[in-house]
């Protein structure tokens, strides 16, 4: 079993920066390859990045390349998103996931555990 939780989330202007944190509890979290995903109201969740266990690994959607990075402190077991030139676009609740394995998978459907979400919103 893994928890998740999600922080960093909150209210910035178009062009603002945010760092999300996706802290884990309970089984080795450096045996889990993480993504984030995000919810926009009315529309499916979206993968946003991911990292493979190793970090050797990296995957992001097309929208956010160069703007978004996704790093991991296994000694601290957490697994950040830095997101730098934000949109309004970009506003959802964004989820961190955990799929067992040295992979980095870009389907909602890999990840086993989740988290309970974090707010982002950006004003235009």
């Known amino acids: 079993q893994v928890q998740l939780v999600e922080s960093g989330g909150g209210l910035v202007q178009t062009g603002g920066s945010l760092r999300l944190s996706c802290a884990a509890s309970g089984r080795t979290f450096s045996a889990y390859g993480v993504g984030w995903f995000r919810q926009a109201p009315g529309k499916e969740r979206e993968f946003v990045a991911s990292i493979t266990w190793s970090g050797g690994s990296i995957y992001y959607v097309d929208s956010v390349k160069g703007r978004f990075t996704i790093s991991r402190d296994n000694a601290k077991n957490t697994v950040y998103l830095q997101m730098n030139s934000l949109k309004p676009e970009d506003t959802a609740v964004y989820y961190c996931?955990?799929?067992?394995?040295?992979?980095?998978?870009?389907?909602?459907?890999?990840?086993?555990?989740w988290g309970q979400g974090t707010q982002v919103t950006v004003s235009s």
């Open positions: 996931a955990a799929a067992l394995g040295n992979w980095g998978p870009t389907t909602s459907s890999e990840y086993r555990y």
